[in-house]
């Protein structure tokens, strides 16, 4: 591969990453205005820079070594890019899946929401015993 063909690859991977991040924060605003609940993209990227960073340097990381895991023929080679993007998405799905804190921050508040909910209605489940 050429530092050009490299450089047209960190570029797509980075792109679907993106591609990512904005359905990501897609999802968590419409979460949290149903959940009536403040959502700022600060607070995300406050949260999830670590996942975040990661994401980006396994990007570069992926790029670097994939020579060494495929032969690159002239098929592959014609979609590349388009191999990339997927990559790039589908690695960040991963990350943010397993690191996330904005999603787990938004699973306490609707968690802590309901026991409230529960507190006020007397919806409170009683344990079933065990045999």
């Known amino acids: 591969m050429t530092h050009e063909l490299y450089?047209?690859?960190v570029i797509a991977c980075l792109i679907g990453n993106v591609l990512h991040v904005c359905f990501k924060i897609l999802s968590?605003?419409?979460n949290h205005k149903k959940a009536n609940l403040e959502f700022s993209f600060g607070s995300y990227f406050r949260d999830d820079k670590i996942p975040l960073m990661v994401d980006f340097l396994a990007s570069f990381a992926v790029v670097y070594i994939i020579d060494e895991w495929l032969s690159?023929?002239?098929?592959?080679i014609g979609k590349?890019?388009?191999i990339f993007v997927f990559v790039g998405f589908t690695g960040s799905y991963?990350?943010?899946?397993l690191m996330s804190v904005s999603e787990k921050?938004?699973?306490a508040a609707i968690d802590h929401k309901t026991n409230i909910a529960d507190q006020v209605t007397g919806?409170?489940?009683k344990p079933t015993p065990t045999k």
């Open 94 to 97: 991963v990350i943010m899946l």
């Open 123 to 125: 919806n409170l489940e």
């Open 28 to 30: 968590l605003w419409r």
């Open 105 to 107: 921050k938004f699973r």
């Open 72 to 76: 690159f023929n002239e098929f592959i």
């Open 7 to 9: 450089t047209q690859c």
């Open 80 to 82: 590349i890019k388009s």
